[in-house]
């Protein structure tokens, strides 16, 4: 592709058409295909890596307003990280928008600290381009899904933690997990486990993984000492 066609290409899977088309192409522009680095895309990385975690934060402030100053930097600092950003990079294909110098043909093998740093360099386009509210509503719609898995997962870790912390004060006890079963192939196997506490037995849980049957059966077992509801996440 030309520099005009890969600008379209690139507006096309941004969802995003630039009124200053310059600024696209200097997102994509790796120092290697420039004369001086300053006409790369790494200032704009800088820009977009500030702009992402002003608007990761504001994202994570409003959607769970019951989490922790803790929590909510543990989640945001997954998802605003490099492996995150690349993946992102991936998902819309632009490592094979980039524009790149002789000596970078071989695409397939791009660092993935580059294709974090395309994603980056985007975000600081549209938002110079087209303002907060643009940039807001791209990042939302790529770093939702990450942000849903990162909040489910920290939920799922609080459970065994909440029980065992709860099992050292209280019970003077610490919970003890059982393998009671397995079923399924190799490749997709299922566990079952179960904690008890002090002799107790609680109910079972089955997981994809004994970590997941492990969290799922504390907080079978939470909900057993009556710690939080049938409906809590």
Known sequence: MNKSEVLARAQEVLDYRFQD?????????????????????ERMEFLGDAVLGAIVCEELYQRFPESLEGDLTKIKSVVVSRRVCADIAEGLGLEGLLFLGKGMTDRADLPMSLKAAVTEAVVAAIYLDGGYEEARRFIVLHMSPFINEVAESENQENFKSTLQQYAQQALSSTPHYEALDEQGPDHSKCFEICVSIN??????????SKK???????????????????DDD
């Open 212 to 230: 997941e049957a492990e969290q799922k059966a504390a907080r079978l077992a939470l909900c057993e000492l009556d710690l939080i509801g049938d």
């Open 199 to 208: 002799g107790r037995r609680f109910p079972s849980a089955w997981g994809s």
């Open 21 to 41: 088309i310059s600024l696209l192409e200097t997102a994509l522009q790796h120092a290697s295909a420039t004369v001086g680095r300053v006409n790369s895309n």
